[in-house]
Every structure is written in C-alpha cells, then in structure tokens.
C-alpha cells in the first residue's frame, strides 16, 4: 500500500537564526542515508524536496475564471517542505520509516495513505 511521507518544516527566514554549514552537511548526509536506506528496503517509489513557498504560484478557478498568483495559498509558520511516496505492506512500516526521517528533528512528517496514483497514464487505486 502506497503512504505519502509529507515534510512540513519552518520557512527560511533572513532575520532569524540559520542552520551553520556544518549543520546542513550534516542534514544532507542524514537525508542521503535515508534514501539509500528506502531504497535498499525496496519501498522507496518517489522523494521530493521542495524550494521554500515563496517560489510557489497558486492557481484556482473559484470565482469561474483561472486566478493565478505568486506565493503560497496560505501563510504559515511551517511549509510543505517535501514528500516522499513509499510501497509498504501497511501503516506500521510507513510509521517505522517516518520515525526515522532526518527532518523529524525540527519539522513534523504527516503519514497518509494514497488514496489513488497515476502510472503509465492510467489512475490506479493505491
């Protein structure tokens, strides 16, 4: 069964503190074990890590003609910073691995199974 791993982590912000480079290294690293660590599991199907919001544009049709603005849909302390798409027999295994997810250390992952995907262009149920 298909789990989204959703990374929601604080916005960079210039005023405040930032991560030294020793830190992020540190970070790459761990987020590289991960990876190779889902992949040698064999449950690992995507890993997406997103710029911060303010690269985002939002598109809606609400009002009936297409609106398209620069920024995130809504301001927040914490972002979607990435996510992760895993195959793994149930809800146990994809909590194991959100348990290890490096960011975990100063952002939250939400766990929620896919309720349908594309493959090959066709919609599959999860």
Not at 23 to 50: F, K
Not at 58 to 76: L, W
Not at 103 to 120: F, K, L, N
Request: charged share 20%.
């Amino acid at each position: 069964m298909r789990y989204a791993l959703m990374f929601h982590a604080p916005e960079p912000d210039s005023d405040g503190p930032q991560p030294t480079d020793e830190q992020i290294a540190e970070m790459q690293q761990l987020m590289t074990d991960y990876v190779s660590a889902l992949h040698a599991a064999g449950v690992l199907v995507s890993a997406e890590m997103l710029q911060p919001s303010t690269a985002a544009t939002t598109v809606s049709r609400r009002s009936g003609g297409t609106v398209i603005e620069d920024g995130p849909f809504a301001e927040a302390k914490e972002a979607l910073a990435g996510v992760f798409i895993l195959d793994v027999p149930g809800p146990d295994a994809a909590l194991a691995w959100a348990e290890k997810f490096p960011g975990a250390t100063y952002g939250v992952v939400e766990v929620r199974p896919v309720g349908v995907y594309v493959s090959d262009g066709s919609w599959m149920t999860a």
